[in-house]
């Protein structure tokens, strides 16, 4: 919901009726004290007459394709992002969990953006449970961690 400042008494002006003008003004004289057009003057009582001042303060639905994803599937999106990994990799792709939640990757890559997720930006390292892995340190004789001097 957006929500316009408007002056208090700009208010009481557009919230009388259409047939007689707000306190003497006509819709052209109402439209250039609240620096706007008089059809948008004409849109705000009409909205006034038909809906209070919730018509003039709140917006109404606008125009667009409906959401095609519920809000469980997107949940389960975001859940697995954050609690699992690929089995062939350390963190999720856009193209792999589409494929992995059978959507496509754009609807993956919205999700992610709306949650600001990011999971190729992991906070820690996580070491290797390979045991052929060696430490830096220890293929230098462990030269880099002792002091100079």
């Not at 125009?63 to 990994?85: D, L, N, Q, Y």
Request: aromatic share 6%; with cysteine; net charge positive.
């Amino acid at each position: 919901m957006v929500i316009i400042v408007v002056p208090r008494a700009a208010l009481y002006c557009v919230s009388t009726s259409s047939s007689v003008p707000a306190k003497g003004l006509a819709n052209r004289v109402l439209a250039r004290k609240l620096c706007t057009s008089v059809p948008t003057v004409l849109l705000w009582r009409k909205r006034f007459e038909s809906d209070g001042i919730a018509g003039i303060l709140e917006d109404r639905p606008r125009s667009g394709r409906p959401k095609r994803i519920s809000a469980e599937r997107e949940a389960a999106i975001v859940e697995a992002t954050m609690k699992t990994t690929p089995k062939d990799s350390t963190h999720w792709s856009v193209r792999a969990m589409a494929a992995a939640q059978k959507v496509s990757s754009a609807t993956v890559q919205r999700i992610w953006k709306k949650h600001k997720l990011q999971p190729h930006r992991v906070e820690s390292f996580k070491f290797s449970n390979d045991p052929q892995f060696a430490p830096e340190g220890s293929r230098h004789g462990g030269a880099l961690y002792e002091p100079a001097g």
